[in-house]
C-alpha cells in the first residue's frame, strides 16, 4: 500500500510561480510513474505531466508544456512539479497518482485515471490576474 500526500499549492499572481511535492510512503514508490492531475470546478480531471521511475522518460500536456517542469527524487521519495508562469487558467485542485504497474508510462494512456491505483488528497493552487 502506497500514501500520497501533496503540498506546495497556494494563491499566486499570474506570472508567479510554485513548486508542488507529492511525497510518497510505503513500499514501491521509486518504482512507480508518477503523475500530477488537476480539476478546476466544473471541469473533468485532467493530466498535467507524468514521469517515468527513473524520471528518463517525461511527458507534458499541451497547456503546460515549456512552464511546468516535473522531476523526482527517489532517494526523498517525492516527485516534484516546478510552476512558472501561472495563469489563472491554471487554477485547480493539483494531484499526484502512483501506477505501479507502468499501465500508464505512455503518451496514449497516460491520462487515463483508472489506471493509477494511488491517489493523494491533492493541493489547491489558486492565480489571481
Known amino acids: 500500500q502506497v500514501q500520497l500526500v501533496e503540498s506546495g499549492g497556494g494563491s499566486v499572481q499570474a506570472g508567479g510561480s510554485l513548486r508542488l511535492s507529492c511525497v510518497g510512503s510505503?513500499?514501491?514508490?521509486?518504482?512507480?510513474?508518477i503523475a500530477w492531475f488537476r480539476q478546476a470546478p466544473g471541469k473533468q480531471r485532467e493530466g498535467v505531466a507524468i514521469?517515468?521511475?527513473?524520471?528518463?522518460?517525461?511527458y507534458y500536456s499541451d497547456a503546460v508544456k515549456g512552464r511546468f517542469t516535473i522531476s523526482r527524487d527517489n532517494a526523498k521519495n517525492t516527485v516534484y512539479l516546478q510552476m512558472n508562469s501561472l495563469k489563472p487558467e491554471d487554477t485547480a485542485m493539483y494531484y499526484c497518482?502512483?501506477?505501479?504497474?507502468?499501465?500508464?508510462?505512455?503518451?496514449?494512456?497516460?491520462?487515463?485515471?483508472?489506471?493509477?491505483?494511488?491517489w493523494g488528497q491533492g493541493t489547491q493552487v489558486t492565480v489571481s490576474s
Open positions: 514521469t517515468s521511475p527513473a524520471g528518463s522518460w517525461i
Open positions: 510505503g513500499y514501491g514508490y521509486s518504482s512507480m510513474c
Open positions: 497518482a502512483a501506477d505501479p504497474l507502468h499501465k500508464n508510462c505512455n503518451s496514449v494512456s497516460w491520462e487515463i485515471l483508472t489506471g493509477y491505483n494511488y
